[in-house]
């Protein structure tokens, strides 16, 4: 997820840059990291640089918006907004100048977003927006007090996709396939901190199709000149530890905070979507600034309404347990009493669906009933948790987790632990994946964090039977003031739901969902 190196500067005040690279939409992902660096961090930066999609961030921060209110202008982005088919074009086929304008953009999204051109422009914050001069064949960084909406949006206008932009006689397109990150002009700058945020994929797996390849084409050239700048940083550095001048003649530190985001470069219809990755960029740059001793504080959360709407369903899952101290993903056939049945019945009940849907956690609470003989029969669920499709090393590899705490009848208290692995490359299927429950049982009413440390009572494995899964799809139950919101919260729990595992399985169809 991220990587830093350790800060030598030759004075007490280095100067820092901070570099907004490009991604298309995944850059909300950006505008979440903001806010936390801005404004939670509270950090401050002497230069910043946008590149390709980063430049929409750039903006907002030049316009002087903190960061919590760029990364709440993503949060309400509507993506149908800024979609504008160029439909004198279509007809032409492969030699349409592109599939879409940035009409839409500039009707809809950058008024919405308040974009105040004369403010960009009279910043006192340094600044520089990237574009690529197809005309003269060289990448024209551009500062502030230049900036208008034709080169805004020449910064954005991916090849095939959005046309070029015309400026003084000057054809202009996005720079993404000489940079997508402007490292040298940081450097330049005499910056010797580089702050950098990057979001362009570095999964290495190789998609079949135009569209994937095209997008690939766009990762090689990005990362490809990413790793060029960050080795010749590596050896400037180690020179001027030797006492020599170095390539740059000093020090420079790179703090590189990336992930993989899950949502698409370019197509995209869901706010939930967007909101998700703004969540997801918020709880990643925490993690980060945590990891690389930097002080922050949490914002103070807007006054938001309460979020009546709700939804619960029951589940019911079957198995065996053997008891032991090892971890037994299936248990095997009974041998004197060391197996035992397990069953599972819970109720899944969601509080307030927006909250469930955007936060990274996606959690729940669980009430039901724990089965089995060997622990005491039928033992109530005291408290426990449900957390659905939480990301793992990347989004293609999630979980289903599951806390149960309960007391046998022995009075001894216990946590069943569970997971489902959600994971394209298990090459067990969609239904294996999400319908067998992997089970341990500890001793005491342990969190995650001290799960490692409790003694083993028994571990195996539980699954949802065809029937139970047909049954449990008539338990859904909705929760909102109205009809069409009841409608509404159990289509936003579904696309979340079905998009996500698109995300893991369909990765050949489109990467990321859509939806």
């Given at each position: 997820?991220?990587?830093?190196?350790?800060?030598?500067?030759r004075?007490?005040?280095?100067?820092?840059s901070?570099?907004?690279?490009?991604?298309?939409?995944k850059?909300?992902?950006?505008?979440?990291?903001?806010?936390?660096?801005?404004?939670?961090?509270?950090?401050?930066?002497?230069?910043?640089?946008?590149?390709?999609?980063?430049?929409?961030?750039?903006?907002?921060?030049?316009?002087?918006?903190?960061?919590?209110?760029?990364?709440?202008?993503?949060?309400k982005?509507?993506?149908?907004?800024?979609?504008?088919p160029?439909?004198?074009e279509?007809?032409?086929?492969?030699?349409?100048?592109?599939?879409?304008?940035?009409?839409?953009y500039?009707?809809?999204?950058?008024p919405?977003?308040?974009?105040?051109?004369?403010?960009?422009?009279?910043?006192?914050?340094?600044?520089?927006?990237?574009?690529?001069?197809?005309?003269?064949?060289?990448?024209?960084?551009?500062?502030?007090?230049?900036?208008?909406?034709?080169?805004?949006?020449?910064?954005?206008?991916?090849?095939?996709?959005?046309?070029?932009?015309?400026?003084?006689?000057?054809?202009?397109?996005?720079?993404?396939?000489?940079?997508?990150?402007n490292?040298?002009?940081?450097?330049?700058?005499?910056?010797d901190?580089?702050?950098?945020?990057?979001?362009?994929s570095?999964?290495?797996?190789?998609?079949?199709?135009?569209?994937?390849?095209?997008?690939?084409?766009?990762?090689?050239?990005?990362?490809?000149?990413?790793?060029?700048?960050?080795?010749r940083?590596?050896?400037?550095?180690?020179?001027?530890?030797?006492?020599?001048?170095?390539?740059?003649g000093?020090?420079?530190?790179?703090?590189?905070l990336?992930?993989?985001?899950?949502?698409?470069?370019?197509?995209?219809?869901?706010?939930?979507?967007?909101?998700?990755?703004?969540?997801?960029?918020?709880?990643?740059?925490?993690?980060?600034?945590?990891?690389?001793?930097?002080?922050?504080?949490?914002g103070?959360?807007?006054?938001?309404?309460?979020?009546?709407?709700?939804?619960r369903?029951?589940?019911?899952?079957?198995?065996?347990?053997?008891?032991?101290?090892?971890d037994v993903?299936?248990?095997?056939?009974?041998?004197?009493g060391?197996?035992?049945?397990?069953a599972?019945?819970?109720?899944?009940?969601?509080?307030?669906?927006?909250?469930?849907?955007?936060?990274?956690?996606?959690?729940?609470?669980?009430?039901?009933?724990i089965?089995?003989q060997?622990?005491?029969?039928r033992?109530?669920?005291?408290?426990g948790?449900?957390?659905?499709?939480?990301?793992?090393?990347?989004?293609?590899?999630?979980?289903?987790?599951?806390?149960?705490?309960?007391?046998?009848?022995?009075?001894?208290?216990?946590?069943?632990?569970?997971?489902?692995?959600?994971?394209e490359?298990?090459?067990?299927?969609v239904?294996?994946?999400?319908?067998?429950?992997?089970?341990?049982?500890?001793?005491?009413?342990?969190d995650?964090?001290?799960?490692?440390g409790?003694?083993?009572?028994?571990?195996?494995?539980?699954?949802?039977?065809?029937?139970?899964f047909?049954?449990?799809?008539?338990?859904?139950?909705?929760?909102?003031a109205?009809?069409?919101?009841?409608?509404?919260?159990?289509?936003?729990?579904?696309?979340?739901f079905?998009?996500?595992?698109?995300?893991?399985?369909?990765?050949?169809?489109l990467?990321?969902?859509?939806?």
């Amino acid at each position: 997820m991220t990587t830093g190196q350790s800060s030598e500067h030759r004075g007490a005040s280095p100067r820092r840059s901070l570099v907004l690279a490009g991604g298309g939409l995944k850059v909300a992902f950006q505008a979440g990291v903001l806010q936390v660096l801005l404004d939670e961090a509270e950090l401050r930066f002497d230069h910043v640089d946008g590149a390709s999609g980063g430049i929409f961030n750039l903006a907002m921060y030049c316009q002087g918006m903190s960061g919590r209110e760029i990364a709440d202008n993503w949060r309400k982005l509507s993506p149908l907004k800024g979609v504008s088919p160029n439909w004198r074009e279509l007809p032409k086929g492969p030699y349409a100048r592109s599939l879409f304008t940035l009409d839409g953009y500039r009707r809809h999204v950058f008024p919405g977003w308040g974009l105040d051109w004369e403010r960009i422009r009279a910043t006192d914050r340094e600044a520089t927006f990237n574009l690529y001069n197809f005309s003269a064949n060289e990448l024209e960084p551009v500062t502030a007090d230049r900036m208008d909406e034709d080169r805004f949006c020449a910064g954005v206008a991916l090849p095939m996709w959005f046309p070029p932009v015309v400026i003084d006689g000057q054809t202009y397109i996005d720079p993404v396939y000489l940079t997508d990150g402007n490292v040298e002009e940081a450097i330049r700058r005499g910056c010797d901190e580089l702050w950098i945020i990057w979001t362009v994929s570095r999964r290495h797996r190789w998609r079949d199709g135009f569209v994937a390849n095209y997008f690939h084409i766009i990762e090689t050239a990005a990362n490809g000149q990413l790793k060029h700048w960050l080795r010749r940083i590596e050896a400037s550095n180690a020179a001027v530890r030797d006492g020599e001048r170095g390539e740059f003649g000093r020090l420079i530190d790179v703090r590189l905070l990336s992930a993989e985001v899950p949502l698409n470069y370019l197509v995209n219809f869901s706010r939930d979507r967007f909101a998700q990755a703004v969540e997801l960029g918020v709880q990643r740059a925490r993690q980060w600034c945590t990891a690389q001793g930097i002080p922050w504080k949490p914002g103070v959360l807007p006054d938001r309404p309460d979020d009546p709407t709700g939804l619960r369903f029951t589940e019911r899952m079957v198995g065996r347990v053997a008891f032991g101290g090892d971890d037994v993903q299936e248990a095997p056939p009974p041998r004197g009493g060391a197996t035992a049945d397990l069953a599972l019945h819970l109720t899944i009940d969601i509080r307030g669906v927006d909250r469930f849907v955007v936060g990274p956690e996606h959690e729940a609470s669980v009430r039901g009933e724990i089965v089995c003989q060997e622990l005491g029969g039928r033992l109530p669920v005291e408290g426990g948790t449900f957390r659905l499709f939480v990301e793992q090393s990347d989004p293609e590899h999630l979980r289903m987790l599951y806390r149960l705490f309960f007391t046998d009848r022995a009075g001894h208290r216990l946590t069943l632990s569970g997971h489902k692995d959600v994971d394209e490359d298990s090459r067990r299927g969609v239904w294996k994946d999400t319908s067998v429950l992997h089970t341990r049982i500890v001793r005491g009413h342990v969190d995650a964090d001290e799960e490692a440390g409790a003694p083993q009572v028994a571990s195996g494995a539980v699954h949802i039977r065809p029937a139970d899964f047909l049954k449990q799809l008539t338990t859904f139950r909705v929760e909102a003031a109205t009809l069409p919101g009841r409608v509404a919260t159990l289509r936003r729990f579904g696309q979340f739901f079905f998009g996500k595992l698109w995300d893991v399985y369909a990765q050949d169809v489109l990467p990321w969902s859509p939806l």
